[in-house]
């Protein structure tokens, strides 16, 4: 027992001192990655005040509202199966900017074949909390 106090006492504050790292941002990549497997482009954007999208073979949009960020990922997402969704990484760049990846496992509706994307989201930290400023879509 005595073992084990003295294990979680050098565990414990090393665990608690990286959650303090990047507050929230970690729980702003788990929403993100729920919407975007569970095909919810709505939700993926509605606390981003004006959103960057950049879809494979296009060029980077200009700033868009939710709604039409929204209608654009919705369109995107139509044909594709999500198979798996992870967060490969959350971070904080710097003061009050931090960078979300994530990686897509998915196929064309009437196809097996299974595709990998990546996801590179940039996120502010606005008085609500992280918002997704930019996103990035990567073969």
Known sequence: MHRLLMLLTLVLPISVARGQEQPGLAAAAERARGAWFAHDAAGLVADSPRL?????????????????????????????????????????????????????????????????????LGYRLARTGWSLVELRVVS
Request: hydrophobic residues 45%.
């Open 52 to 120: 960057l999208v950049q879809l494979p073979g296009a060029d980077p949009s200009a700033a868009l509202g939710p709604a039409q960020a929204a209608a654009l990922l919705a369109d995107f997402l139509a044909t594709a199966q999500e198979v798996e969704t992870t967060v490969q990484a959350a971070r904080e760049v710097e003061p009050g900017r931090g960078y979300v990846e994530l990686q897509r496992r998915y196929r064309i509706a009437g196809t097996q074949d299974v595709r990998t994307q990546s996801l590179l």
